[in-house]
């Protein structure tokens, strides 16, 4: 039995320790088993934790749970991924409220360097579905992972055509993986985990709960690159997850609507407020994404010996030629730089030619 892991299951079922205390914590004592072997007392001087939290975690009991949580994983070849393991995705990491572990079933990689979310409206229309179709297929020459939430509708069309496609496809649960929800789609998950896979935060056994639904959004709007909206009424779970992705600073596109349709008044609403940038093609978030060019190769030692770039520099056009393209959060974690350090480093190489920035936030090799 792997008994790092029997901590982390056990850290995400303390009462009174959230997603971002979890988090707080393990960035403090580094494993979720220093944490629970830290003394109550210097537990509690910690910002944010106090008596009760750290109350909570030195009287946690309940590690039976976490031994049936690994032999169901164990048994259905699920993966438990950790924050600190390299296969946790790395967009998530910044995000403040992001989840501390996570269970995932299938063969694509977290960190691939192109993801878009796709969500929209349970009850779309006509025209919603030739549009995330179109959509869908004018992106399969882009090396691109579809992401969206497994539900009804726009959600279900944007696997099914990402499969057609052939382009790997994740679904982002709001339950266990001992079921799928809607059970309709239980065929199309099998495909999926062939060519993508299904990830969720909630251990066997949890029902697909109304609150689980908003909770699922937060991972689908940070774990991507682009947002992208298809279709939406002026309230609903699409413009929530539109709106945390605005709060993480992610890009969000959305296609417009007729102004008297109500299922395009949440896309028209978004475009209107500029929380969402108006887009009619794949064409144009490709574009808008810096998506064009292919992916660099690897710059010549000789070009970097003529910049002469510090150690900083250096280090960050390692990272820039490993990942292709990535945000500057993502090359604070990999760098262990600080944001202000980085900043200046990248005004460096873009001045010098070296580098391209992006929307977003985000930086390419030239």
């Known amino acids: ?31 979720a088993e220093a944490i629970f072997k830290t003394p109550k007392n210097k537990l509690e001087k910690i910002d944010g934790i106090g008596k009760v939290r750290a109350s909570s975690i030195k009287s946690f009991s309940d590690f039976k749970s976490c031994e049936q949580e690994i032999k169901f994983t164990e048994k259905h070849h699920i993966n438990t991924i950790f924050i600190n393991d390299d296969e946790y995705p790395k967009r998530l990491v910044n995000c403040f409220d992001g989840p501390v572990l996570l269970y995932f079933k299938g ?13 929209g409206t349970r009850a779309n229309t006509d025209y919603g579905k030739t549009i995330c179709e179109q959509f869908i297929d004018e992106l399969k020459s882009y090396n691109i992972t579809v992401i969206s ?22 679904g982002i649960l709001a339950h ?8 309709s789609n239980k065929a199309m998950a099998r495909q999926m985990i062939e060519n993508g896979g299904l ?7 949890t029902n697909p709960d109304k609150q ?10 940070g774990i991507c690159d682009a947002l992208v909206v298809i279709e939406t009424g002026k309230s609903g779970g699409s413009l929530i997850t539109a ?16 102004i008297y349709d109500a299922k395009s008044e949440g896309c028209n609403q978004l475009i209107k407020n500029n929380k969402a940038c108006l887009i009619t093609s794949a064409e144009d978030l490709v574009h808008l994404m810096g998506w064009h060019e292919k992916k660099s190769s690897q710059l010549s030692k000789q070009k970097l010996l003529f910049h002469d ?18 945000d500057i959060d993502n090359l604070t974690f990999k760098s262990g730089l600080s944001h202000s350090s980085i900043a200046v480093s990248l005004l460096s190489l873009e001045m010098n030619g070296l580098i391209k920035s992006l929307p977003g936030n985000r930086y390419k090799p030239i």
């Open 176 to 183: 266990g993986l001992d079921r799928i929800y809607p059970h």
């Open 199 to 205: 990830l969720t935060e909630y251990p066997s056994g």
């Open 243 to 258: 709106e945390i992705a605005n709060s993480y600073n992610k890009d969000v596109f959305a296609f417009p609507g007729r």
């Open 1 to 31: 039995m792997n008994n790092d892991l029997i901590f982390q299951l056990a850290l995400t079922r303390i009462p009174h320790i959230g997603h971002v205390h979890a988090k707080t914590l393990t960035s403090i004592f580094g494993t």
């Open 107 to 119: 063969n694509s990689s977290l960190n691939n360097s192109r993801f878009i979310s796709i969500v």
């Open 212 to 221: 689980n639904f908003p909770e699922r959004n937060r991972i689908t709007a």
């Open 149 to 170: 939430g497994l539900a009804y509708g726009i959600d279900t069309i944007a696997h099914k055509s990402a499969i057609k496609n052939d382009i790997a496809t994740i």
């Open 309 to 326: 770039l510090n150690n900083e520099e250096l280090l960050l056009m390692k990272i820039l030629e490993e990942v292709e393209e990535t």
